[in-house]
């Protein structure tokens, strides 16, 4: 059986403007209601043109850069993009597993061959995270705690039994829930198969620092002092991850110029 990622997001970072990534649609952003979405966005308005001012590489630029990054890891496997594509690719009577990603996720090179020998509806597997790279997720339930960004996966024909979860594949823990509920056999892997890219650029990393930011007003020192953690390189126990780990080092020290490399 084969494997498909599924990008949740399809964006043309060099391509977007302020203007442009304001009027997204308000659906997908974060926060559980539109008004938390259009708070949220002013919010992020601020911050990206704080980054702007205080780096070298502007914020859309350096998003682009996490992508194409994120994208040479995904070559051997079949791609898909966006929640359209997800309705065509359902369509198809070929079984394979899905694996919704974020499009600066990495994904190790033995993903397709583990999945090709699993029979079970959901997988869940270990996932590591930057800058908290060594992700153990220990737990003796076949469900980890949370389906995140990329440490889970479905078999398509499930979805295409049940239409409810291609929304739900948006909505990385509701998919958990609805797997729970509905008492679906579940394999837990013990290996590391994916990494959650938590770069500087992250909205997690850039919703904390704004928070913490709000009344001291040093955002911008908070963000240089982040990024210059995040250019440290990280020694890892997988192989398969340090070339990503170096290389995401080098992009968080391109914010600095080249005075900083």
């Not at 699993?118 to 737990?139: C, D, F, I």
């Amino acid at each position: 059986m084969k494997t498909i990622l599924f990008v949740r997001h399809n964006i043309d970072w060099r391509a977007m403007t302020m203007k442009k990534f304001m009027r997204q649609s308000f659906r997908y952003a974060p926060g559980n209601s539109t008004g938390n979405a259009l708070r949220w966005f002013r919010k992020h308005r601020y911050i990206i043109s704080t980054w702007n001012r205080t780096f070298k590489v502007s914020y859309f630029d350096f998003r682009a850069k996490l992508k194409d990054l994120a994208e040479t890891t995904f070559a051997d496997v079949t791609v898909i993009r966006g929640i359209e594509e997800l309705r065509k690719e359902c369509l198809s009577e070929e079984d394979a597993y899905l694996v919704p990603i974020d499009d600066d996720d990495w994904i190790s090179p033995k993903l397709e061959s583990v999945l090709s020998k699993q029979q079970t509806t959901v997988v869940a597997w270990r996932m590591g995270r930057l800058p908290e790279s060594k992700s153990t997720q220990k737990q003796t339930s076949a469900y980890p705690a949370r389906f995140v960004s990329c440490n889970y996966a479905f078999r398509k024909s499930f979805v295409q039994q049940h239409p409810k979860m291609q929304r739900l594949l948006y909505y990385h823990d509701s998919c958990r829930r609805y797997a729970k509920s509905l008492k679906l056999d579940c394999t837990r892997l013990g290996l590391m198969l994916t990494y959650s890219n938590k770069s500087l650029a992250s909205l997690t990393n850039l919703y904390t620092l704004w928070h913490e930011s709000r009344k001291s007003g040093k955002l911008a020192a908070n963000m240089k002092l982040t990024a210059m953690t995040l250019a440290t390189t990280e020694q890892d126990r997988n192989i398969w991850n340090q070339e990503y780990i170096n290389k995401n080092a080098e992009l968080h020290a391109q914010l600095f110029g080249p005075i900083y490399l």
